[in-house]
C-alpha cells in the first residue's frame, strides 16, 4: 500500500522549508526593487476580473524587446502567490527573454478547473499584447497548469489565436494524474471527485502531438513525485509528443527550482531552447 498523505506532503520531507520560503521571499523582494530600479518590471498587471488573477511581468536584463515566458507558481492550487516567486524570472531575464509571472484564485474559493482557465487567460493575455506564442514553465501545481497550456487546443477559446499558442511547457515537480490526491487530506480544499480528478489529469488529455513537454523533479523527491514526470514523459512521448525527463541530482521539492535563478544553469539553457522552439512555431 502506497501512503498517499506522506508521499505528497513536501513540506513535511523537507522539514527545512520555512527557511526555503524565506529564503524565496528575501531573493524575490530583492529581484522586484532590482527590475523596477532598472525600469524592467511591471507589477499587478490584471488579466481578468478577481484581484489574484494578475501578473508581474520582468523585463529582460538587456532592455530590448524579446521573447515571452510564463511562470505558474505551485502550492497545491490553495496556497502562495507570485510575489513569492519574482526572482525565478532571473535566470531568463539574463539570457534575453521577458518573464511573466502569473497569479490564480485558490481552492477551495476555486476549482483546478477554474484556475486551468484562468492561467489559460493569462497565455491569451501575453499573446494579445505581444503577439507571440507562449512557452509556460511552471513549479508542483504549476507543472500541472504548464502541462494543461501546451494540451490546450486555443482555437476553441479564441478564433484569432494560433492552435498552438503554448507549444512548448517545462514542468518542474509536476502533478499530471490527480487521482492519488482524493483521499488524502488536502483534499479538503481540492474538493475533487474521482471523476474530477480524472478530468482535470492531464495524463488523461488527448496528448498535444507536435509539441514539448519537458518533465523535471527533484532526485531526492517522493517516489511518487517521480513517477508523476516519467508517466507523462511516458505516455506523451508514445503519442508524438516531444518529451524529456530529467531528475536533478541532490535536488528535493523546494530546491529544484533554485536553478531558475541562474542564467549561466543547464536549466536555463534548457527553457531558451524551448523557448527558441516556441518562436519557430510562429514561422
Same mark, same amino acid.
Given at each position: 500500500?502506497?501512503?498517499?498523505?506522506?508521499?505528497?506532503?513536501?513540506?513535511?520531507?523537507?522539514?527545512?522549508?520555512?527557511?526555503?520560503?524565506?529564503?524565496?521571499?528575501?531573493?524575490?523582494?530583492?529581484?522586484?526593487?532590482?527590475?523596477?530600479?532598472?525600469? *524592467?518590471?511591471? /507589477? %499587478?498587471? !490584471?488579466?481578468? $476580473?478577481?484581484?489574484?488573477?494578475?501578473? =508581474?511581468?520582468?523585463? @529582460? #536584463?538587456?532592455?530590448?524587446?524579446?521573447?515571452?515566458?510564463?511562470?505558474?507558481?505551485?502550492?497545491?492550487?490553495?496556497?502562495?502567490?507570485?510575489?513569492?516567486?519574482?526572482?525565478?524570472?532571473?535566470?531568463?531575464?539574463?539570457?534575453?527573454?521577458?518573464?511573466?509571472?502569473?497569479?490564480?484564485?485558490?481552492?477551495?474559493?476555486?476549482?483546478?478547473?477554474?484556475?486551468?482557465?484562468?492561467?489559460?487567460?493569462?497565455?491569451?493575455?501575453?499573446?494579445?499584447?505581444?503577439?507571440?506564442?507562449?512557452?509556460?514553465?511552471?513549479?508542483?501545481? *504549476?507543472?500541472? /497548469? %504548464?502541462? !494543461?497550456?501546451? $494540451?490546450?487546443?486555443?482555437?476553441?477559446? =479564441?478564433?484569432?489565436? @494560433? #492552435?498552438?499558442?503554448?507549444?512548448?511547457?517545462?514542468?518542474?515537480?509536476?502533478?499530471?494524474?490527480?487521482?492519488?490526491?482524493?483521499?488524502?487530506?488536502?483534499?479538503?480544499?481540492?474538493?475533487?471527485?474521482?471523476?474530477?480528478?480524472?478530468?482535470?489529469?492531464?495524463?488523461?488529455?488527448?496528448?498535444?502531438?507536435?509539441?514539448?513537454?519537458?518533465?523535471?523533479?527533484?532526485?531526492?523527491?517522493?517516489?511518487?513525485?517521480?513517477?508523476?514526470?516519467?508517466?507523462?514523459?511516458?505516455?506523451?512521448?508514445?503519442?508524438?509528443?516531444?518529451?524529456?525527463?530529467?531528475?536533478?541530482?541532490?535536488?528535493?521539492?523546494?530546491?529544484?527550482?533554485?536553478?531558475?535563478?541562474?542564467?549561466?544553469?543547464?536549466?536555463?539553457?534548457?527553457?531558451?531552447?524551448?523557448?527558441?522552439?516556441?518562436?519557430?512555431?510562429?514561422?
Amino acid at each position: 500500500m502506497i501512503d498517499y498523505e506522506a508521499e505528497y506532503n513536501n513540506r513535511a520531507r523537507v522539514p527545512e522549508h520555512p527557511e526555503i520560503f524565506a529564503r524565496w521571499t528575501k531573493e524575490a523582494a530583492a529581484y522586484r526593487a532590482e527590475a523596477t530600479d532598472r525600469g *524592467g518590471a511591471e /507589477l %499587478g498587471l !490584471a488579466y481578468g $476580473a478577481s484581484p489574484r488573477q494578475i501578473i =508581474d511581468l520582468f523585463g @529582460p #536584463a538587456s532592455g530590448r524587446a524579446g521573447p515571452v515566458a510564463l511562470f505558474i507558481h505551485g502550492g497545491y492550487w490553495r496556497s502562495l502567490e507570485p510575489a513569492l516567486f519574482s526572482h525565478m524570472a532571473r535566470g531568463l531575464n539574463g539570457r534575453g527573454a521577458a518573464v511573466a509571472v502569473a497569479g490564480y484564485d485558490l481552492c477551495p474559493q476555486v476549482t483546478i478547473t477554474d484556475i486551468i482557465a484562468q492561467v489559460r487567460q493569462a497565455c491569451l493575455y501575453l499573446w494579445r499584447r505581444f503577439g507571440a506564442r507562449v512557452m509556460g514553465y511552471g513549479h508542483s501545481a *504549476g507543472g500541472q /497548469l %504548464g502541462a !494543461a497550456m501546451v $494540451a490546450t487546443d486555443w482555437k476553441r477559446l =479564441d478564433a484569432a489565436a @494560433p #492552435a498552438d499558442l503554448a507549444p512548448a511547457g517545462y514542468a518542474i515537480s509536476g502533478l499530471f494524474d490527480l487521482i492519488p490526491l482524493v483521499g488524502i487530506s488536502m483534499n479538503q480544499d481540492l474538493r475533487l471527485s474521482a471523476d474530477d480528478a480524472q478530468a482535470v489529469s492531464p495524463i488523461n488529455w488527448p496528448a498535444p502531438r507536435g509539441r514539448a513537454l519537458d518533465a523535471v523533479v527533484g532526485a531526492l523527491e517522493s517516489s511518487e513525485f517521480l513517477r508523476q514526470s516519467r508517466i507523462i514523459v511516458e505516455a506523451w512521448g508514445k503519442a508524438g509528443v516531444e518529451t524529456r525527463y530529467q531528475a536533478v541530482a541532490g535536488a528535493n521539492h523546494f530546491t529544484v527550482t533554485d536553478a531558475l535563478t541562474d542564467p549561466d544553469s543547464a536549466m536555463v539553457a534548457r527553457l531558451m531552447a524551448l523557448i527558441e522552439r516556441t518562436r519557430a512555431a510562429v514561422a
